[in-house]
T-cell receptor, first 113, second 114 residues
Framework: AQTVTQSQPEMSVQEAETVTLSCTYDTSESDYYLFWYKQPPSRQMILVIRQEAYKQQNATENRFSVNFQKAAKSFSLKISDSQLGDAAMYFCAAVEYGNKLVFGAGTILRVKS | DTAVSQTPKYLVTQMGNDKSIKCEQNLGHDTMYWYKQDSKKFLKIMFSYNNKELIINETVPNRFSPKSPDKAHLNLHINSLELGDSAVYFC?????????????FGAGSRLTVL
């Protein structure tokens, strides 16, 4: 069964700067998917970005990109040009094919103006 | 036109009561889930149904009973509520055959047991 670890309970970033949120995971499968979800104070869970494990290329979505290191089982999220609206809880998650989505404990991101 | 809708959004009740949370999705997905988010924000899966069939049943007290009348609906009934049941309950849906299993979440239902 997969496990997901987020070692940073809280991070801060200045508006317009870049921040990286860390995530490591453990799985015995070769075929799996990784995700970052954002949960703002409204508590809605919003998909930020996803990565297929078989793809070497790191996923990007506008200001959000990942650094996927398959051998190290690491999946960090980089947020560039941080905005006040990026302030939220960020969850890393992993799913093996057809199986359940497992979440990390989350990282609170604070954005300072 | 909400994709995954849950009702009620807030629920305050006394210990020992029975309550239900309803969930409906209009995305045409074949799989639905219930997740529990505790006071420390930890999200853990409780149940999953695929085409009305229970496929994931985590270690959850049998006071919790999911029901899926059709693949667009998944309800959660909780008997004899306890203080520890206070949490936010999220419904989600996905198309399981897609492989990536991208979940779309509802807005959550905050349950407070007094």
């Amino acid at each position: 069964a997969q496990t997901v670890t987020q070692s940073q309970p809280e991070m801060s970033v200045q508006e317009a700067e870049t921040v990286t949120l860390s995530c490591t995971y453990d799985t015995s499968e070769s075929d799996y998917y990784l995700f970052w979800y954002k949960q703002p104070p409204s508590r809605q869970m919003i998909l930020v970005i996803r990565q297929e494990a078989y793809k070497q290329q790191n996923a990007t979505e506008n200001r959000f990109s990942v650094n996927f290191q398959k051998a190290a089982k690491s999946f960090s999220l980089k947020i560039s040009d941080s905005q006040l609206g990026d302030a939220a809880m960020y969850f890393c998650a992993a799913v093996e094919y057809g199986n359940k989505l497992v979440f990390g404990a989350g990282t609170i991101l604070r954005v300072k103006s | 036109d909400t994709a995954v809708s849950q009702t009620p959004k807030y629920l305050v009740t006394q210990m020992g009561n029975d309550k239900s949370i309803k969930c409906e999705q209009n995305l045409g997905h074949d799989t639905m889930y219930w997740y529990k988010q505790d006071s420390k924000k930890f999200l853990k899966i409780m149940f999953s149904y695929n085409n009305k069939e229970l496929i994931i049943n985590e270690t959850v007290p049998n006071r919790f009973s999911p029901k899926s009348p059709d693949k667009a609906h998944l309800n959660l009934h909780i008997n004899s509520l306890e203080l520890g049941d206070s949490a936010v309950y999220f419904c989600a849906s996905s198309h399981r055959g897609s492989g990536a299993n991208v979940l779309t979440f509802g807005a959550g239902s905050r349950l407070t047991v007094l």
